[in-house]
């Protein structure tokens, strides 16, 4: 299964180039069964290989780690506190995020502000 997920992430950043690294990365951010573990490496041999230049990757894999936050920022905004909340209690372990983890970005966001 990881031989075809290192093939098929290849197989986009050869196709696309920066934009396929940055889709890629954005992607990871946002679904986290894509680890950033197998796609930031690949960009890297890439860049060693020659066929792509290293600050555009960076770039590229910068552009796309902002834009996954800002779908997830999006998402949660849209969502709202209490959803969010009561979304976490029935289903944060399924994700990785428990209510206490959430007390501590509350917590952390309030100082601040």
């Not at 696309?16 to 930031?40: R, T």
């Not at 960009?43 to 020659?50: D, V």
Request: proline fraction near 4%; charge should be negative.
């Amino acid at each position: 299964m990881l031989n075809d997920l290192a093939g098929w992430i290849s197989d986009v950043i050869a196709a696309l180039g920066y934009a396929g690294l940055a889709f890629l990365v954005a992607l990871e951010s946002v679904f986290p069964p894509i680890p950033s573990e197998a796609v930031l490496p690949l960009a890297g041999f890439a860049a060693g290989r020659g066929d792509a230049h290293l600050v555009g990757m960076l770039a590229a894999a910068t552009a796309g780690s902002v834009a996954g936050a800002w779908v997830l920022y999006s998402m949660a905004a849209w969502i709202g506190a209490s959803r969010l909340r009561t979304f976490v209690a029935r289903h944060g372990r399924w994700v990785g995020v428990s209510e206490a983890d959430l007390n501590r970005a509350e917590a952390w966001f309030d100082r601040l502000a």
